[in-house]
């Protein structure tokens, strides 16, 4: 969401930053409807100083006797009252319209995002730890679940449909214990507060972060109106909606391990086999609020907890800088950490973090007052993967297989599985 006084200040640098994501420049359009509403607030203001004045008129009139004057200044301030009426529904329309408008538009890359149209474009900034080496083909993961009997995509096809798993036995102990892992490390050597928040939001929460209105297909939704979170960093984000901070209560920082659910409506025909794109998936998420001063460095801080997970796992990983044609829409920069994995020979997502500046705090009304100053400032907001606990689980599979399909449990995770060896 935009400031359109800013966008009136700026249009120039709007459009050009507009262009590198890969949109059309809007801010003509935009400067238009404001107009229209200025134009009109204007006009309304006009006709109910008119209306003011002609109703002093009416007891002047009658106090002097002039019925047919005061008669005259009672039907104008009739034919008033109906024009302000009527033209308040329209100054509501016309603010609705410019605030769509805003709610559209993805947000402005910094100067240093690279310009690009998509993964393609993206930037290895980092690698850590080396490929593993087998002296066999190793296999993908849902080779290795099935042989094991530990994973289950026909008995999930027929109670849900595609895009589901069922893990047994030790497979979903792995997957649990990679999630309690995260949550352990986040809050216990991280500073994240851990939440359990609603899977459930309201059209405010999902617009707040700015997945409505744009990608309302990408989601699932009750019939009672509400939504299934694609992500915890809805509610958690939204846990400051509406609020006014002061700066040194900030930043904020909570961390939580929820289901996620995704309609994947633009990955047809995409992963179709195995856990990497799922309707329903856990992951544990880290949202930061922050000033203006200090948000990149809290980026750069919540990409390094995002590593620390993958770096206790030994686990080979890259960092991409994500070009203009990558992010998300509310994000200003994003990091992406794509991990090796062996049996599908490439490099894959596994824990996005972004930066969004006062994007999402501009839609959610999330505020912070400096000691001092009489200003109120609205916050910054981060979010990122800390980590996907399915993709994690991927990737462990594949990067600790053993030849005879046995999987070693990494030695991080061997306190939440009971001190087991292997999975066999």
Same mark, same amino acid.
């Given at each position: 969401?935009?400031?359109?006084?800013?966008?009136?200040?700026? +249009?120039?640098?709007?459009? $050009?930053?507009?262009?590198?994501?890969?949109?059309?420049?809007?801010? $003509?359009?935009?400067?238009?409807?404001?107009?229209?509403?200025?134009?009109?607030?204007?006009?309304?203001?006009?006709?109910?100083?008119?209306?003011?004045?002609?109703?002093?008129?009416?007891?002047?009139?009658?106090?002097?006797?002039?019925?047919?004057? +005061?008669?005259? +200044?009672?039907?104008?301030?009739?034919?008033?009252?109906?024009?302000?009426?009527?033209?308040?529904?329209?100054?509501?329309?016309?603010?609705?319209?410019?605030?769509?408008?805003?709610?559209?538009?993805?947000?402005?890359?910094?100067?240093?995002?690279?310009?690009?149209?998509?993964?393609?474009?993206?930037?290895?900034?980092?690698?850590?730890?080396?490929?593993?080496?087998?002296?066999?083909?190793?296999?993908?993961?849902?080779?290795?679940?099935?042989?094991?009997?530990l994973m289950d995509f026909e008995? $999930?096809?027929?109670?849900?449909?595609?895009?589901?798993?069922?893990?047994?036995?030790?497979?979903?102990?792995?997957?649990?214990?990679?999630?309690?892992?995260m949550l352990d490390l986040h809050?216990?050597?991280?500073? #994240?507060?851990?939440?359990?928040?609603?899977?459930?939001?309201?059209?405010?929460?999902?617009?707040?972060?700015?997945?409505?209105?744009?990608?309302?297909?990408?989601?699932?939704?009750?019939?009672?109106?509400?939504?299934?979170?694609?992500?915890?960093?809805?509610?958690?984000?939204?846990?400051?909606?509406?609020?006014?901070?002061?700066?040194?209560?900030?930043?904020?920082?909570?961390? +939580?391990?929820?289901?996620?659910?995704?309609?994947?409506?633009?990955?047809?025909?995409?992963?179709?086999?195995?856990?990497?794109?799922?309707?329903?998936?856990?992951?544990?998420?880290?949202?930061?609020?922050?000033?203006?001063?200090?948000?990149?460095?809290?980026?750069?801080?919540?990409?390094?907890?995002?590593?620390?997970?993958?770096?206790?796992?030994?686990?080979?990983?890259?960092?991409?800088?994500?070009?203009?044609?990558?992010?998300?829409?509310?994000?200003?920069k994003t990091y992406d950490i794509?991990?090796?994995?062996?049996?599908?020979?490439? #490099?894959?997502?596994?824990?996005?973090?972004?930066?969004?500046?006062? #994007?999402?705090?501009?839609?959610?009304?999330?505020?912070?007052?400096?000691?001092?100053?009489?200003?109120?400032?609205?916050?910054?907001?981060?979010?990122?993967?800390?980590? $996907?606990?399915?993709?994690?689980?991927?990737?462990?599979?594949?990067?600790?297989?053993?030849?005879?399909?046995?999987?070693?449990?990494?030695?991080?995770?061997?306190? #939440?599985?009971?001190?087991?060896?292997?999975?066999?």
């Amino acid at each position: 969401m935009f400031d359109i006084r800013w966008i009136r200040e700026n +249009a120039e640098a709007f459009d $050009a930053a507009q262009v590198k994501r890969g949109a059309a420049p809007s801010s $003509a359009r935009l400067i238009e409807l404001d107009d229209k509403r200025r134009a009109h607030v204007t006009k309304l203001q006009e006709a109910q100083e008119t209306r003011n004045a002609a109703s002093k008129e009416i007891g002047k009139a009658k106090a002097s006797g002039d019925e047919a004057a +005061a008669q005259e +200044a009672i039907t104008q301030v009739a034919k008033l009252k109906s024009f302000i009426r009527d033209g308040e529904e329209e100054g509501k329309a016309l603010s609705a319209a410019l605030d769509d408008a805003l709610a559209q538009l993805p947000n402005l890359p910094f100067d240093d995002v690279p310009e690009g149209a998509d993964e393609n474009d993206n930037v290895e900034i980092r690698t850590f730890g080396e490929k593993r080496d087998f002296n066999y083909e190793p296999k993908e993961h849902f080779e290795l679940g099935e042989d094991l009997g530990l994973m289950d995509f026909e008995t $999930a096809a027929k109670i849900s449909g595609s895009r589901f798993v069922v893990l047994r036995g030790q497979l979903a102990r792995l997957e649990r214990a990679l999630g309690q892992f995260m949550l352990d490390l986040h809050t216990e050597e991280h500073g #994240y507060s851990e939440i359990n928040p609603p899977l459930l939001v309201r059209d405010e929460a999902v617009f707040g972060t700015g997945q409505l209105p744009k990608f309302a297909e990408d989601l699932f939704r009750t019939e009672d109106g509400r939504w299934l979170i694609p992500t915890a960093e809805v509610p958690l984000t939204n846990l400051a909606r509406e609020k006014t901070y002061l700066a040194d209560e900030l930043p904020i920082r909570v961390t +939580a391990l929820t289901p996620c659910f995704r309609s994947e409506a633009g990955s047809a025909g995409r992963d179709t086999r195995g856990m990497l794109r799922q309707h329903q998936f856990p992951k544990v998420e880290m949202v930061s609020v922050t000033g203006k001063e200090g948000s990149k460095d809290e980026l750069e801080r919540m990409l390094s907890c995002a590593e620390e997970v993958l770096k206790r796992l030994d686990l080979h990983y890259r960092v991409m800088v994500l070009c203009t044609g990558d992010m998300g829409i509310s994000a200003r920069k994003t990091y992406d950490i794509e991990v090796w994995l062996p049996g599908q020979k490439a #490099y894959r997502e596994i824990s996005s973090c972004s930066l969004c500046d006062d #994007y999402q705090a501009r839609r959610m009304n999330a505020r912070y007052r400096v000691d001092g100053e009489k200003q109120i400032q609205f916050c910054h907001t981060l979010n990122g993967s800390g980590i $996907a606990v399915g993709r994690a689980l991927i990737a462990v599979l594949e990067n600790y297989q053993n030849e005879d399909g046995s999987i070693t449990v990494p030695n991080a995770l061997k306190p #939440y599985m009971g001190s087991i060896e292997k999975i066999g």
